[in-house]
Each structure stands twice: as C-alpha cells, then as structure tokens.
C-alpha cells in the first residue's frame, strides 16, 4: 500500500509560477513510475508528466518546456515545478504511483488555479 498526499497548490496569477510536492508513505516510490494527473472541472483527468527516472520522464504537449517533474526515492517524494502557468492549467492536481499489472494509487488532488 502507498498513501499519496499532494501539497502546494493554491492561487497564482498568469505567468507566475508554482511547485507542487508528492509525500509517500507506507512503500518505497522505488519500484513505481510516478506521475502527476490534473482535473479541470468538468473535464476528464489527464496526464501531465510522468517519471522513471531523471532520464525517463514524459510530460503532455500542453506543459512541454513549462513543467518539470522530479522524484528523490530517499525521500519518497516527487515534485512538479510549473513555470509560466496559464488559466487553462486551472485544475486539481493528482499524484499517482503506477506498476504494471497493478491498480495505481492516487493522492487526494490539490487545487492549481491559475487567475489575475
């Protein structure tokens, strides 16, 4: 079992900039890939970045060159700096650990909303 709790989130303006913090408990991160996920209301959970490793990462087309996710497993920790944030990153922001073959695990969502 892994317990995810995302921390972070809150109120920014556009082009402002935020860093979001995945703490794990219960099981080392180790084996898992770890992502993050955002919700925009009435909208489907899309991916946002996801990482293997500092050299195995993937990131959506829409955060490309803005968002940078990291992961330190001495920790049990992954994080997620957004740079250069806009409106449409408006969203609740979910932290998963997936393993092939298993049912991921998901943190509770922290609210990223992005307004002048």
């Known amino acids: 079992q892994v317990q995810l709790v995302e921390s972070g989130g809150g109120l920014v303006q556009p082009g402002g900039s935020l860093s979001l913090l995945c703490t794990a408990s219960?099981?080392?991160?180790?084996?898992?890939?770890m992502g993050w996920y955002r919700q925009g209301s009435g909208k489907q959970r899309d991916l946002v970045a996801t990482?293997?490793?500092?050299?195995?990462?993937n990131y959506a087309d829409t955060v490309k060159g803005r968002f940078t996710i990291s992961r330190d497993n001495t920790k049990n920790t992954v994080s997620l700096q957004m740079n250069s944030l806009k409106p449409e990153d408006t969203a609740i922001y979910y932290c998963?650990?997936?393993?092939?073959?298993?049912?991921?695990?998901w943190g509770q969502g922290t609210q990223v909303t992005v307004s002048s």
């Open positions: 998963t650990a997936l393993r092939l073959g298993r049912t991921p695990y």
């Open positions: 219960g099981s080392s991160i180790s084996p898992y890939i």
């Open positions: 990482i293997i490793d500092d050299d195995r990462t």
